[in-house]
């Protein structure tokens, strides 16, 4: 069975530091692999995906990951922080040739102090 | 909007009360799926259906009942509520190739049961 473990309910950072949020999976086969983010009082919006193309990803609102096969990782970093980062992110996996079930990590709240 | 629907956003049960969570889409989706949010868990996949008239069971279906009548709609069903359903609730709709574009999440029911 897959998991999803991120490392960190909460994070604090300072507006302009680096943000890394981490995400660590176990799955016998490279999983299809996503953050999301969900901002207060609402659903979960898709920042960026890995789907077996290349191993760093963009997303949007400066997020980028990099999938990492040797550590089983797919970490989430931005260069600099801004206020409007806070929010909670979640990690997720699905196992390619199993349908369409996600399984997410238990969530990662940021905090960005001014 | 494009997008999936939840109603309703608030709902407060007694215990042993019935409710149903509506969720509908318009994306033509096939795969529709619930979720509950507690904090430090994540999500967690309640059920799912692939399509109209097939439905599947999750990690946690206890409690929970859905159907599948048409491809728009997938409502989730309390037969008998209890306070461990305390939640935020939330549906998500894919396509068939919703690893290549990701999930579609409605904004999420917040349910407590007294």
């Known amino acids: 069975a897959q998991s999803v473990t991120q490392l960190g309910s909460h994070v604090s950072v300072s507006e302009g530091a680096l943000v890394l949020l981490r995400c660590n999976y176990s799955s016998s086969v490279p999983p299809y692999l996503f953050w999301y983010v969900q901002y207060p009082n609402q659903g979960l919006q898709l920042l960026l995906k890995?789907?077996?193309?290349?191993?760093l990803v963009k997303g949007i609102n400066g997020f980028e990951a990099e999938f990492k096969k040797s550590e089983t990782s797919f970490h989430l970093t931005k260069p600099s922080a801004h206020m409007s980062d806070a929010a909670e992110y979640f990690c997720a996996v699905k196992q390619p040739y199993a349908g369409n079930m996600l399984t997410f990590g238990g969530g990662t709240r940021l905090m960005v102090k001014p | 909007n494009a997008g999936v629907t939840q109603t309703p956003k608030f709902q407060v049960l007694k215990t042993g009360q019935s409710m149903t969570l509506q969720c509908a889409q318009d994306m033509n989706h096939e795969y529709m799926s619930w979720y509950r949010q507690d904090p430090g868990m994540g999500l967690r996949l309640i059920h799912y259906?692939?399509?109209?008239?097939?439905?599947d069971q999750g990690e946690v279906p206890n409690g929970y009942n859905v159907s599948r009548s048409t491809t728009e709609d997938f409502p989730l069903r309390l037969l008998s509520a209890a306070p461990s359903q305390t939640s935020v609730y939330f549906c998500a709709s894919s396509s068939p190739g919703g690893a290549v574009y990701g999930y579609t999440f409605g904004s999420g029911t917040r349910l407590t049961v007294v």
């Open positions: 890995y789907t077996s193309a290349a191993t």
């Open positions: 259906s692939v399509g109209a008239g097939i439905t």
